[in-house]
């Protein structure tokens, strides 16, 4: 049997102690590392039976992650995904007296691409609802937005009974999800704070939700990945975000070549500051590509567009729009 001296029993003890804490290390940093925002699954964001009194869950809550969001949800998941889908689930509720509903709860990558979501979900019709965050009720369903998630809740009729179940549903949700300030977007936050006539916003993080909004192409002819849409009462308009000045000239170039090719606009007028036209219901278009940005103007008065154009130029020489970008111009 072979004797080790002490020098290289110790030298051979301190050898296997510091492989055990390196294997040991990424046992304890995992959690901190690599662990979402939440420590809870998104099943723990549905109300349990015992705070609901007289509703009762139906049947198993449905979950789904990454792709299997298309087998869950019919014609809806793409734009999800398009802003950035993760996890979500959806669970059905019926009460005593009848009536029912549907709770669906999204997470999604990331603040900004939640309100993206909830944001496109949400029209000009809805009425602002008394929860503790960002709530939109209209006609029978109710969205509200809170950090990473973007929660809907559907009844199935307008009565005052449904909408009051939907706002006590709501509250009860929105109090289990994490604490969250309401970081919007750096687009949507300048567009609030400069124009109080806005009546709506909408964040885009992609060509299908664009195309929500109106039909340019069904082509990603922007090649659109951040940008906004701003409604007024009378025009809308849209701005895109790019990395540089040069990718939005590029852009600017390519949407140029197929609008004029495309036989619903007519009327093309070219300029230095860009390019004006009508569609087929004649509204006017003025786009102008400007620093980083594509600007576009849409409205039936045209004189107003170069105007509105303009105080958005101002505005981002003025960084109100620049100063919230972590892009370079």
Same mark, same amino acid.
């Given at each position: 049997?072979?004797?080790?001296?002490?020098?290289?029993?110790?030298?051979?003890?301190?050898?296997?102690?510091?492989?055990?804490?390196?294997?040991?290390?990424?046992?304890?940093?995992?959690?901190?590392?690599?662990?979402?925002? @939440? @420590?809870?699954?998104?099943?723990?964001?549905?109300?349990?039976?015992?705070?609901?009194?007289?509703?009762?869950?139906?049947?198993?809550?449905?979950?789904?992650? *990454?792709?299997?969001?298309?087998?869950?949800?019919?014609?809806?998941?793409?734009?999800?995904?398009?802003?950035?889908?993760?996890?979500?689930?959806?669970?059905?509720?019926?009460?005593?007296?009848?009536?029912?509903?549907?709770?669906?709860?999204?997470?999604?990558?990331?603040?900004? @691409?939640?309100?993206?979501?909830? $944001?496109?979900?949400?029209?000009?019709?809805?009425?602002?609802?008394?929860?503790?965050?960002?709530?939109?009720?209209?006609?029978?369903?109710?969205?509200?937005?809170?950090? &990473?998630?973007?929660?809907?809740?559907?009844?199935?009729?307008?009565?005052?009974?449904?909408?009051?179940?939907?706002?006590?549903?709501?509250?009860?949700?929105?109090?289990?999800?994490?604490?969250?300030?309401?970081?919007?977007?750096?687009?949507?936050? $300048?567009?609030?704070?400069?124009?109080?006539?806005?009546?709506?916003?909408?964040?885009?993080?992609?060509?299908?939700?664009?195309?929500?909004?109106?039909?340019?192409?069904?082509?990603?002819?922007?090649?659109?990945?951040? *940008?906004?849409?701003?409604?007024?009462? &009378?025009?809308?308009?849209?701005?895109?975000?790019?990395?540089?000045?040069?990718?939005?000239?590029?852009?600017?170039?390519?949407?140029?070549?197929?609008?004029?090719?495309?036989?619903?606009?007519? *009327?093309?007028?070219?300029?230095?500051?860009?390019?004006?036209?009508?569609?087929?219901?004649?509204?006017?278009?003025?786009?102008?590509?400007?620093?980083?940005?594509?600007?576009?103007?849409?409205?039936? &008065?045209?004189?107003?567009?170069?105007?509105?154009?303009?105080?958005?130029?101002?505005?981002?020489?003025?960084?109100?729009?620049?100063?919230?970008?972590?892009?370079?111009?």
């Amino acid at each position: 049997m072979k004797i080790l001296s002490r020098e290289k029993a110790v030298a051979k003890a301190r050898i296997l102690f510091y492989a055990v804490i390196l294997l040991l290390i990424p046992t304890f940093l995992y959690p901190w590392s690599n662990q979402p925002k @939440s @420590s809870k699954g998104i099943l723990d964001y549905l109300p349990p039976k015992n705070e609901l009194q007289m509703w009762n869950p139906i049947g198993q809550p449905q979950t789904a992650q *990454g792709e299997d969001l298309f087998q869950l949800i019919n014609g809806g998941a793409e734009i999800y995904h398009e802003y950035g889908f993760k996890n979500a689930v959806i669970q059905s509720y019926e009460h005593k007296n009848g009536l029912s509903l549907n709770i669906e709860i999204y997470e999604m990558e990331d603040t900004q @691409s939640a309100y993206g979501a909830f $944001s496109f979900k949400t029209g000009c019709q809805g009425k602002k609802a008394d929860v503790r965050t960002e709530a939109v009720l209209e006609d029978y369903y109710l969205n509200f937005w809170k950090g &990473d998630f973007v929660v809907t809740i559907i009844g199935f009729n307008t009565s005052q009974a449904t909408h009051k179940a939907l706002l006590k549903f709501a509250r009860i949700i929105e109090s289990k999800l994490p604490k969250s300030e309401e970081n919007y977007p750096p687009l949507i936050k $300048s567009i609030k704070s400069r124009f109080p006539g806005v009546i709506r916003t909408v964040y885009l993080e992609g060509n299908l939700a664009l195309y929500n909004q109106y039909e340019f192409d069904t082509e990603n002819i922007f090649g659109i990945k951040k *940008g906004a849409a701003a409604y007024f009462s &009378d025009h809308t308009l849209f701005i895109f975000e790019y990395r540089n000045k040069g990718e939005a000239q590029a852009w600017f170039q390519n949407a140029r070549e197929h609008l004029s090719q495309n036989h619903r606009f007519h *009327g093309f007028e070219k300029s230095a500051e860009g390019i004006l036209f009508q569609d087929k219901k004649d509204d006017s278009l003025f786009i102008s590509p400007f620093q980083k940005f594509i600007l576009i103007y849409l409205g039936k &008065d045209i004189s107003k567009a170069k105007d509105r154009l303009e105080k958005l130029k101002k505005d981002i020489l003025e960084n109100l729009i620049l100063h919230h970008s972590h892009t370079c111009l």
